[in-house]
């Protein structure tokens, strides 16, 4: 609904897609919750980019082994807010040291490359003090990697786990700001010691271009112990002494321990690990044993000293390695590892004993497994056989397996369809629910595992697809007028409710009655106009309640939310219920914005209750109704708003229909929200308000959770969303506006920046010499800009048709429209002493007659009357003429048309063949050597030898005539060969109509068949060899259908004329009558014509002879070609192939027939926009459209009607002159 007090919205309303944070308002990710809290319980994120949005400093971590910037790769980033941006409760601060036994001298590398740029000198300040505290409070003593995001700045810092990692933060990172601050900060600044390997290296990286990937690259380097490198400038960096750790660490397993003792006499040997940078030469120095010592204890391994490997481990004394290798559990499980930042397979692979196949092999099901090119920090794995584990806990999933604290599942269900998203959402890998595709597309990576997506996809995971679901056709199709009863409050484009145009509408919402604290209905406000609504008629009156303003104002919000419990519920049902009754209304609608939404400015969250009371609420109503009056609600079309609904399968039983509000999906409050737009990160890129394609993804969202189609009544708009263009001239998708605040001009009844009515609209673009138009095909709206950076997004009538016919082929209940007042100006034209039309006429030739003694203005409202009569008279005809017999009407056609078929056959063969195909003919040739010394009768062949007496194929004229099947006819036995397909079939179809698939080659008997058996006994008689035949089987395609439909149209088509007509006669009618006399011409005279023709098929004999064949044909598909073009845009997609070839094959060249199929064949004719004009946008516009496109419409087209048309048309504008 409009926002009748317009609020700034913080947060995206309208978005369809629920975002991957811990708020939905909140850009930035969750607490980092103290040094206690790991880093696998932050926020989790699939991409950087999400973070731009963040104005804070966050701390990240990742695998730094799968880079952030391959395209392959797809890397899950862990991030949380620093305790000093957010209160929080902070973990208890662990910053004593780790062991140390010694200190070594180091020297510390700085370099640095590219320019200043002290803009960005706080951000990474910023930064680097969050790492530094992140790691002075951590108490780890394992390798720390820390990285920091602020403002587009990046930085990383790595200490290896023989360092003591205090004195790195307490010190060197304390002195690399220091330094920073005095001398500035250029692209890309880093310290470091490259140790004797990973364990004894430490390095600091700072980057202001915020490539995150290129700090990636440089950690990822120390920790396999190589020095950055490729700086433009280096220097030395005070000497400092490094505590580290001299405690060799000689690993025993415990499983080897009991593998010795129970199964081999010969004990394990003490061992330790080779890390990055590692030699034989430092592995023997670690164990405290020569070199020789060294190799003589691991001499099993062949080339060892060419071949270590991270992880690997290697004997410190004498024994054997213990079998490192993890097993299954009993239960028939996986041993199972979490990875952590720096893994590798290879790493993981050595450290138990098994080769990266393994790891492969054992993967192939486990969630998450993306392979080893591209292993994230945090996948729960499998090291051995077995099934495998539950995934990690993702802090911030909603659903699917990874939200925090969900059990495994039981045998035989699924791991994706844990936790299902509200609404019957998709749920996509990385825990989150959406309706969009990129939440809804299946994807898998190349391992194909469970929980994983193709590279740059989320993969949805359940409740997959975009498609529109929970299709039931309608039992009849309303279209919903919102009448803002407040209007008259306007300074102009006021209007009362009986205004509305009854033939265009066949329900009224009368918007809004009031709800006192006591929950009693109060319409004193708008009383005047609520007593018009009462007493109409012919129209559904519903009174709704709600809106944005009485959802959110303060003094009436708590109405609907403490209403609807138990304490109230039931007096408040009452109440309406009464209400209702005592003026006997239609039903009653409710406009409750939004139940349990989180975040509606101003006014406290709404309670995660609201949507069951509401339903038990509805029911009470619903009980307290007499039958037959309406139950409806309104519900939003985005995702986040409709999840209050949730689950919508308890609203579907108590509703008639629901309201679904598909526009207000982009406005000023999107700007600062990097949610509301896909690919905006800030917002404020100009979009439509009833963007299609976002339109499309509400309607499968709201048929997903459960509201079949024919209950949801889409919403369409009067109205446009207005912005200040940033830049004068721009064009396309990425262009901008300003804000926070709208600042774009306010219409002149409206008077609200942001939106702008449909009457405004148009006034601005007739009196604006400024004001520019155009059509934006992908999100199926008007654009208007005028006054060079003023921009409208809005719906005009042709695309609220449009948008009309679309949702009623994919069978939704109908539309609504917000709102019927904003439409036009709605000028009552002025009262004068005019004499009434109250004449009688019945024809229009009595009109023109009678034409010179009637007033100039009652000319058109007499041509409509009769237009309707006679037009109200001829589908009565139509309907009568399909009652009584349509199937045997449509046999005689078929009949007439198959048999037709036979003829053109003939007619092609005996007049084109020799063009395509070749005949021959047998004839006997006697040889001369074989004649006798009499010779032979007939003569003789002189060029043969002795026994070559016999048939001979000879090349002859293909006949020129059908013979005769009587006795004594001399026709020859010929081979039809066909020996030019291509042409043969194009020249058959073109100028004879047959379609080639209807035809076969068969044999014809050319002479009687006396004395012959039963049967094609080529043996007896003479016949056509080859010859092309109809075959037995054509269907002949049943328009029964296609007419049923145009008749539907061109009932409603009726009510509006008839209406039209009673306003016109009673001076009531606002647009102007020529326009309906000159739009009705045509579906009134075609309808008449098309029922002419019917009834020649319906007097014609079953049988009928070739003379009469084409007359019964064309009567028939006249009768029905003239009502295709009320099809609309639908017209096309019935395929009239069939037709052309029909009529062609009847020899209906430059008939009317002929003409009529070129016109309704042809999507753009005006023939089919004018009926696309008046049944689409109906009403006042759809006349003033349709007139337009008759006025304009060439002789060409209009000759193509026929000479009924013509005549017809001829008398109309004869009575339509005496009014100019």
């Known amino acids: 609904m409009w926002l009748k007090s317009l609020l700034f919205l913080a947060g995206v309303i309208f978005s369809v897609s629920e975002p991957a944070s811990a708020s939905f308002l909140d850009y930035c990710p969750a607490p980092c919750g103290g040094s206690d809290n790991p880093s696998s319980a932050w926020t989790t994120y699939s991409e950087i980019d999400t973070l731009a949005a963040c104005n804070e400093t966050v701390l990240l971590d990742f695998a730094i082994y799968n880079p952030l910037d391959h395209s392959e790769s797809s890397t899950r980033l862990y991030a949380c807010t620093p305790e000093s941006k957010r209160t929080e409760k902070r973990g208890q601060s662990k910053s004593q040291s780790c062991p140390t036994t010694n200190t070594t001298d180091a020297v510390m590398e700085l370099a640095w490359s590219g320019s200043r740029n002290a803009d960005k000198l706080p951000a990474v300040l910023d930064a680097l003090e969050q790492v530094r505290k992140r790691i002075s409070g951590s108490g780890s003593c394992d390798t720390e990697i820390v990285f920091g995001y602020s403002q587009e700045t990046a930085v990383g810092v790595y200490i290896g786990s023989k360092v003591e990692h205090t004195q790195i933060a307490e010190s060197q990172a304390q002195k690399f700001i220091e330094h920073l601050e005095r001398n500035g900060v250029t692209d890309q600044t880093m310290i470091q010691h490259c140790g004797v390997d990973a364990d004894y290296t430490v390095g600091i990286v700072a980057d202001t271009t915020g490539d995150l990937a290129a700090v990636q690259k440089v950690v990822r380097g120390w920790d396999s112990a190589q020095c950055a490198t490729g700086y433009q400038n280096k220097d030395q960096w ?88 993890p097993k299954p559990g009993k239960d028939g499980s996986c041993a199972a590892y979490t990875t952590i930042n720096k893994d590798t397979c290879s790493k993981i692979a050595v450290e138990n004993g098994l080769t990266i196949s393994n790891l492969e092999a054992f993967n192939k099901q486990t969630w998450g497994w993306a392979g080893c090119k591209h292993l994230d920090k945090g996948v729960r794995m499998c090291l051995s056989k077995g099934s495998p584990p539950m995934p990690d806990e993702l802090s911030n999933a909603v659903c699917g397996p990874q939200v925090p604290g969900t059990k495994k599942p039981g045998k035989g269900k699924s791991l994706a369809d844990l936790n299902p998203c509200k609404l019957n959402a998709c749920c996509n890998i990385w825990g989150q629910c959406g309706v969009t595709a990129d939440f809804c597309t299946k994807s898998k990576s190349s391992t194909g595992a469970p929980g994983t997506a193709a590279p740059g996809k989320y993969g949805c995971i359940s409740n997959c697809g975009t498609e529109i679901v929970n299709k039931k056709s309608p039992d009849s199709w309303r279209v919903v007028a919102y009448f803002e009863a407040w209007n008259k409050n306007r300074p102009c484009m006021t209007m009362s409710v009986d205004r509305i145009d009854t033939s265009l509408y066949n329900h009224i919402h009368f918007a809004f009655a009031d709800i006192t604290p006591d929950y009693h209905v109060n319409v004193s406000a708008v009383q005047d106009q609520f007593d018009i609504f009462v007493d109409m008629k012919g129209i559904k009156r519903i009174l709704s309640f709600g809106g944005w ?181 721009c064009t396309g998708p990425m262009c901008t506006f300003v804000g926070p605040e709208s600042a774009a001009a306010k219409g002149r009844c409206t008077n609200t920046a942001g939106y702008i009515a449909n009457a405004e609209i148009e006034e601005i673009i007739k009196e604006n010499p400024t004001a520019k138009t155009s059509f934006d095909k992908d999100s199926e709206s008007n654009i208007l800009v005028y006054n060079q950076t003023e921009w409208v997004a809005y719906m005009d009538d042709d695309i609220w048709g449009l948008r009309d016919l679309r949702y009623a082929a994919l069978k939704f209940g109908g539309v609504s429209d917000w709102a019927v007042d904003l439409k036009s100006m709605y000028t009552v034209p002025e009262a004068g002493p005019f004499p009434a039309c109250d004449g009688k006429y019945d024809t229009l030739e009595g009109i023109l007659k009678d034409v010179d003694k009637m007033p100039v203005y009652c000319v058109n409202p007499y041509a409509m009357t009769v237009l309707s009569k006679e037009f109200k008279s001829s589908l009565k005809k139509y309907h009568d003429l399909l009652d009584d017999g349509y199937d045997g009407k449509f046999k005689t056609y078929a009949k007439a048309t198959k048999e037709s078929m036979y003829y053109q056959i003939n007619d092609y063969m005996t007049s084109r063949a020799d063009d395509h ?76 109509g047959i379609d080639p698939g209807w035809l076969e080659f068969g044999n014809r008997r050319v002479t009687p068949g006396v004395g012959c058996g039963v049967g094609e006994d080529l043996s007896c008689g003479n016949w056509w060899i080859g010859y092309p035949q109809r075959k037995k089987d054509i269907t002949i395609p049943n328009p029964k259908e296609i007419i049923g439909s145009a008749l539907t149209n061109l009932t409603e088509f009726d009510n509006m004329l008839s209406s039209a007509a009673t306003d016109a006669m009673a001076m009531l009618y606002v647009g102007e009558t020529s326009d309906v006399t000159t739009a009705s011409e045509l579906p009134v005279f075609m309808t008449e014509f098309a029922v002419k023709s019917m009834k020649k098929v319906a007097d014609a004999a079953d049988e009928i002879d070739r003379d009469h064949q084409k007359e019964a044909i064309i009567g028939f598909l006249m009768a029905f070609l003239m009502l295709v073009p009320a099809l609309g845009e639908a017209a096309g997609s019935f395929g009239l192939t069939t037709v052309g070839r029909v009529l062609v094959m009847t020899g209906a060249a430059g008939d009317a027939a002929l003409g009529m199929y070129g016109v309704v064949e042809d999507p753009k004719s005006a023939v089919i926009s004018l009926f696309i004009a008046l049944l689409g946008v109906k009403g006042e516009a759809g006349f003033e459209k349709a007139a337009g496109i008759r006025r304009e419409m060439s002789s060409k087209e209009s000759a193509a009607l026929g000479s009924f048309f013509q005549e017809k048309s001829k008398t109309l504008q004869s009575v339509q002159r005496r009014c100019i």
Not at 622 to 642: D, F, N, Q
Not at 930 to 936: A, E, I, M, Q
Request: hydrophobic share 30%.
């Open 238 to 325: 005070s000497p400092v002494q490094l505590k580290v750790s001299g405690t060799m660490v000689m690993q025993k397993s415990i499983g080897a321990v009991h593998v010795a003792r129970h199964l081999h006499p010969r004990a394990t040997c003490s061992h330790i690990k080779v890390v990055s940078g590692d030699s034989c030469g430092s592995l023997a120095k670690k164990c405290g044993i020569s070199g020789a010592k060294f190799e003589e204890y691991n001499k099993s391994k062949k080339n060892l000293c060419a071949t270590l490997a991270v992880g690997q481990p290697v004997c410190c004394s004498k024994g054997t390695l213990p079998d490192l290798r």
């Open 549 to 729: 303003s009485f959802s959110t104002e303060l003094d009436t919000f708590p109405i609907f939310r403490e209403g609807v419990t138990d304490a109230n519920r039931q007096k408040f049902a009452n109440n309406v219920a009464s209400f209702i009754k005592k003026h006997n209304l239609d039903g009653v609608d409710f406009d409750w914005e939004y139940p349990g939404a989180p975040d509606i400015p101003g006014i406290p969250p709404g309670s995660k209750n609201d949507a069951a009371n509401y339903v038990k609420f509805l029911k009470m109503v619903r009980k307290a109704l007499p039958e037959g009056k309406t139950v409806s609600i309104a519900a939003p079309g985005s995702y986040w708003y409709l999840k209050g609904f949730d689950p919508i399968e308890d609203f579907e039983p108590l509703l008639d229909y629901m309201i679904f509000m598909t526009y207000d999906l982009h406005g000023q409050w999107d700007y600062g929200n990097q949610w509301a737009t896909p690919g905006c990160t800030k917002g404020n890129c100009l979009r439509s308000h009833v963007n299609l394609t976002e339109t499309l993804t509400s309607m499968s969202m709201i048929t997903k959770a459960g509201m079949p189609t024919n209950k949801v009544v889409m919403g369409v708009t009067r109205y446009g969303r207005s912005f200040k263009m940033a830049k004068a001239g």
């Open 917 to 992: 195909w070749t005949c021959k003919k047998q004839k006997y040739v006697n040889c001369c050597s074989d004649c006798g010394p009499g010779g032979c009768r007939g003569g003789c062949d002189g060029s043969c030898g002795k026994g070559e007496s016999g048939n001979r194929n000879e090349t002859v004229s293909c006949p020129d005539k059908v013979p005769e099947l009587s006795i004594g006819n001399k026709a020859d036995t010929v081979y039809w060969i066909l020996n030019d397909k291509d042409g043969f079939e194009k020249a058959i179809a073109d100028k004879y």
